[in-house]
């Protein structure tokens, strides 16, 4: 039996914001457009759609499972899909096919709305990748991003009518932002409500568009923002900032922007979780009879103690030189591999020297 929650990674006891927000992050991680793994974006899928429908859940809190068909309607083919958080696909970006209309085609089709009525102004969810050095990564880093992005239109500040004129109410929908179509067949007569093609589901019009943004409540335009980056921030984590997507048409709540993390590949040491490991050399002298060791670490040297009789390959646990926790208090550690270098040239009195080593045994 699948455990859906933990998929999700929350308790049983979880609100339902709770596992909206943990499904978000996880379908953004592992999406498969964003080169994520198309088989666990599934699991998460199914595992979204059960913990989010009250009945569902109830049958699974119950008895583990869910049984398909027992108490439901009838359900349109694309319920549960989330529209507010669809990436951009290859294809919208190689052909400048834009998705965010998306839901009038299904209403078109299907006679329903995908997206909630009031969602429909939303902006989209917009996504960047931030390149990072790991010495960056020790402290909070203010990082500018420059976007071309939707705006709030400045001349009717996103109300979408010239300023001094007035919002009416839609004529063809009488202010319900949604019209009745009744269409013959040979089953009948059907019925059914889509969005109002005029007002596009507001309920009202402007008396005059406004000339700049043409109706819309906002403008394309590129656009500088500032960000904060947390401490200890990894590869492949995606920070979310709300409402610093595209602005929404007419009003309308902004969308939110992912910042995707990169960090760069480090000469010198190797990250793994908030760990850090590098390599020194050392002379065999130094290995054999024991000393002091200067050692690198992101912000400063340090000496390490190098006991008597060390081997190459052994390593040493310098505590708290790694990296900050995400979130949280203390840092990772330091691991220092020591191995033994052997001299490629050596002079005559060296050599001298080795001989009578090799004569005692060493």
């Given at each position: 039996m699948k455990d859906y929650y933990k998929i999700l990674g929350v308790p049983p006891d979880a609100s339902d914001e709770e596992i909206k927000k943990a499904y978000?992050?996880?379908?953004?991680?592992?999406?498969?457009?964003r080169g994520g793994d198309e088989k666990k974006f599934k699991e998460i899928n199914e595992a979204y759609q059960v913990l989010s429908d009250k009945e569902k859940r109830a049958q699974y809190d119950r008895y583990?499972?869910?049984?398909?068909?027992?108490?439901?309607?009838?359900?349109?083919?694309?319920e549960g899909?989330?529209?507010?958080?669809?990436?951009?696909?290859?294809?919208?970006?190689?052909?400048?096919f834009d998705f965010e209309n998306l839901e009038d085609l299904f209403e078109e089709f299907f006679g329903f709305s995908?997206?909630?009525?009031?969602?429909?102004?939303?902006?989209?969810?917009?996504?960047?990748?931030?390149?990072?050095?790991?010495?960056?990564?020790?402290?909070?880093?203010?990082?500018?991003?420059?976007?071309?992005?939707?705006?709030?239109?400045?001349?009717c500040d996103g109300?979408?009518?010239?300023?001094?004129?007035?919002?009416?109410?839609?004529?063809?929908?009488?202010?319900?932002?949604?019209?009745?179509?009744?269409?013959?067949?040979?089953?009948?007569?059907?019925?059914?409500?889509?969005?109002?093609?005029?007002?596009?589901?507001?309920g009202y019009i402007p008396e005059k568009p406004c000339n700049v943004c043409k109706g819309e409540g906002r403008i394309k335009k590129e656009e500088t923002i500032e960000i904060t980056i947390p401490a200890g921030v990894d590869s492949n984590q995606i920070l979310q900032f709300k409402g610093l997507g595209d602005a929404g048409r007419k009003g309308g709540k902004s969308g939110d922007l992912y910042v995707?993390?990169?960090?760069?590949?480090?000469?010198?040491?190797k990250r793994k979780h908030?760990?850090?490991?590098?390599?020194?050399?050392?002379?065999?002298?130094?290995?054999?009879?024991?000393?002091?060791?200067?050692?690198e670490t992101l912000e400063k040297t340090v000496l390490l103690k190098v006991p008597a009789g060390t081997e190459s390959g052994e390593v040493f646990r310098l505590k708290n030189l790694g990296i900050p926790h995400f979130g949280g208090y203390g840092r990772g550690?330091?691991?220092?591999?020591?191995?033994?270098?052997?001299?490629?040239?050596?002079?005559?009195?060296?050599?001298?020297l080795l001989k009578k080593l090799q004569e005692e045994g060493l």
């Open positions: 978000r992050r996880l379908a953004h991680k592992y999406h498969p457009d583990g499972k869910v049984f398909e068909g027992a108490g439901e309607g009838f359900r349109g083919p694309f899909f989330d529209f507010d958080n669809f990436w951009q696909s290859d294809f919208e970006r190689k052909t400048g995908a997206r909630r009525k009031e969602d429909r102004r939303k902006g989209r969810d917009l996504e960047v990748i931030v390149e990072m050095n790991l010495e960056e990564v020790l402290k909070p880093q203010k990082k500018k991003i420059t976007l071309y992005k939707y705006v709030v239109c400045p001349r109300k979408g009518a010239e300023p001094g004129s007035q919002l009416k109410e839609c004529p063809t929908c009488r202010g319900r932002g949604e019209v009745q179509q009744i269409k013959r067949t040979f089953f009948g007569t059907i019925s059914r409500y889509t969005t109002c093609p005029t007002c596009k589901g507001e995707k993390i990169h960090i760069k590949p480090h000469p010198r040491f908030d760990d850090l490991y590098t390599i020194v050399q050392v002379p065999y002298s130094l290995a054999a009879l024991g000393s002091e060791v200067e050692v550690d330091l691991y220092v591999e020591i191995q033994i270098k052997t001299p490629k040239r050596l002079t005559k009195k060296q050599k001298e």
